[in-house]
């Protein structure tokens, strides 16, 4: 079956550091990648996606790399602020034709201001 | 922003008991899904909804769960009789079609006792 995973459960960086949360996918025929945020008590909050022609996209503070080789996709987040604070995790869409996309587990950023 | 919106936001029911989780997609959206996400573990799959019947479901829907699109707006889960390990947070989302990131709404906390 799919698997998501990432690397780290937890991650703490300090006001100002960049971040970076890594994530693994198994299916080589992912061709759609999203990262999520999720704060406490809410749900997942759209922040960034690519496509499998790209291995680089850039947002406003966020980075997402993809490595196809390695079956690897990387989210960074530049100048980390308190409000950074949240679970981060990783999806893909390994069929485009039912939409149904594949969660990570999640990794826990805390900002240490 | 269009929003999905999900009621209630906290549901205690007694174990054995029906419940319903009410979702309004975002209004020109397509495809509708819910989501359970146990405490501390990911987003799991339950179901996708397209074009007025289901589209693909999980293991984890079995016969206890059924959806319904009432009307132009609702997207309903029903869990008919409900066990102690349905207890989670439930997970509406939309979307508009294929290869888009899908929005979600805050959620329902479903505690069964």
């Known amino acids: 079956g799919e698997s998501v995973g990432l690397h780290l459960p937890t991650l703490s960086v300090q006001e100002g550091d960049n971040s970076i949360i890594n994530c693994a996918y198994s299916?080589?025929?992912?061709?759609?990648f999203i990262w999520y945020k999720q704060e406490s008590g809410k749900g997942p909050q759209f922040i960034i996606d690519i496509r499998s022609n790209m291995d680089k996209r850039q947002g406003q503070r966020v980075t997402v790399l993809l490595n196809k080789t390695v079956k690897h996709l990387s989210l960074q987040i530049a100048a980390t602020q308190p409000g950074d604070s949240a679970v981060y995790f990783c999806?893909?869409?390994?069929?485009?034709?039912?939409?149904?996309?594949?969660f990570g587990t999640g990794t826990s950023l805390t900002v240490i201001p | 922003e269009p929003e999905v919106t999900q009621t209630p936001s906290h549901q205690v029911t007694q174990m054995g008991q029906e419940v319903i989780l009410r979702c309004v997609p975002i209004?020109?959206?397509?495809?509708f899904y819910w989501y359970r996400q146990i405490l501390g573990q990911k987003v799991e799959f339950l179901v996708s909804f397209y074009n007025n019947e289901i589209s693909e479901k999980s293991e984890i829907f079995d016969d206890q769960f059924s959806v319904e699109r009432p009307d132009g707006s609702n997207f309903t889960l029903k869990i008919r009789s409900t066990k102690l390990e349905d207890s989670a947070m439930y997970f509406c989302a939309s979307v508009r079609g294929g290869n888009q990131p899908q929005h979600f709404g805050d959620g329902t906390r479903l505690s069964i006792l």
């Open positions: 299916n080589s025929a992912s061709d759609y």
């Open positions: 999806a893909d869409l390994p069929h485009v034709s039912n939409n149904q996309f594949y």
């Open positions: 209004s020109n959206h397509l495809y």
